[in-house]
Nanobody, 125 residues
């Protein structure tokens, strides 16, 4: 049973930084693609960044390119979303997601079958 736990959200000033964590139990990031999605108030869940660790293939949403990066700590079986130069439009609940082993990285939400519970990020205007 794969479980993902998202942590690290909170309040940040515009222009500031936050680092989100996604701890996995029962599943390995090495064998699957990892992604972060977000859901702003009143909107659907949208793709932020995804990476397949074995191939190195990484996709970013245009809105976060150059500001957000994804990384992982293999020993801790934890993935991270490093968010810099935050903007009010980054306010959302952020979710970590994982594909089944062997699947490639995509921007399609339907590719991801394991989800964290989400962590809220607020960037006041």
């Amino acid at each position: 049973q794969v479980q993902l736990v998202d942590t690290g959200g909170g309040l940040a000033q515009a222009g500031g930084s936050l680092n989100l964590s996604c701890a996995s139990t029962g599943g390995s990031f090495s064998l699957a693609a990892t992604a972060w999605f977000r859901q702003a108030p009143g909107k659907g869940r949208s793709f932020v960044v995804g990476r397949h660790w074995r191939t190195g293939t990484t996709y970013y949403a245009d809105s976060v390119k150059g500001r957000f990066t994804i990384s992982r700590d293999t020993a801790k079986n934890t993935a991270y979303l490093h968010m810099n130069n935050l903007k009010p439009e980054d306010t959302a609940v952020y979710y970590c997601a994982l594909t089944r082993p062997g699947m490639g990285v995509t921007r399609d939400i339907r590719t991801y079958v394991y989800w964290g519970q989400g962590t809220a990020v607020t960037v006041p205007a």
